[in-house]
């Protein structure tokens, strides 16, 4: 069974589920050739195959119908799957080929001229016209492009993105209409509120390790309505 959104200038893949006993079949396969050539059939523009996650097995046959495009995180704009990008993928944990393209970093992240040893210059920000935060920014999502690291900036906030994720709550927008402070909790048959857990009141709202820090994602995520109307639970 299939579900999909027929918008106004693309069909979009949301689901598709079969039977187990037929997962041989290859039945995902099957629906992607049939939901492609509704899309043809229909006089659309495009065929979304949903979400692609280059390290996700079960995701990887999305790569194989060419030509295929994935979204840019940070310029929302279409680039080509190609070979090329597959090898950034392979390697980094996050890509951006806007941002790559303006920092000069190739396939091969060990030529990026953030990691080559001009930095060490004493005018090497200035001499790129970049501002102070523009350049550590830069300099962290260089930092961690080799294969042997953990992810670059894996603690960065969810607050700090640049631009910000669409349907996500700002920092300003969780602080002005969600009162963290009185959401619910409840430890097994105690319920509390949030300002009751050690630590609270110290820790920060963009430090996604902390309590405050990483509950203000998940109520930028649900928003304020949902926030309002359900209690966190922990332990049984």
Not at 4 to 13: F, G
Not at 20 to 25: F, I, K, L, P
Not at 35 to 57: N, Q, T
Not at 213 to 223: D, P, Q, V, Y
């Amino acid at each position: 069974m299939g579900v999909l959104d027929l918008l106004p200038h693309c069909v979009s893949a949301v689901y598709f589920i079969y039977h187990q006993d037929v997962s041989d079949w290859n039945f995902g396969k099957i629906s992607a050739l049939r939901e492609s050539a509704l899309a043809d059939e229909g006089g659309y523009r495009y065929y979304y195959m949903g979400y692609y996650i280059h390290s996700c097995v079960k995701m990887r046959y999305k790569g194989a119908y060419s030509p295929q495009y994935v979204l840019d995180p940070e310029s929302y704009t279409w680039d080509l799957l190609d070979d090329d990008l597959r090898q950034r993928l392979n390697v980094r944990n996050y890509v951006s080929l806007s941002r790559d393209r303006r920092l000069g970093i190739t396939a091969s992240p060990e030529s990026s001229w953030l990691q080559s040893k001009s930095m060490t210059t004493p005018n090497f920000r200035k001499e790129l016209g970049l501002s102070l935060a523009q350049f550590g920014d830069d300099f962290d999502y260089a930092e961690g492009q080799k294969s042997d690291s953990n992810g670059g900036r894996q603690h960065c906030s969810l607050f700090d993105l640049k631009p910000p994720m669409p349907g996500v709550m700002t920092k300003e927008e969780v602080e002005r209409d969600i009162d963290l402070d009185r959401w619910k909790i409840k430890f097994h048959s105690k319920t509390y509120t949030l300002d009751c857990l050690l630590g609270w009141d110290e820790s920060d709202i963009r430090d996604r390790t902390s309590p405050r820090g990483s509950l203000a994602e998940f109520a930028a995520c649900i928003g304020p309505d949902l926030v309002r109307s359900i209690v966190l639970s922990v332990g049984s």
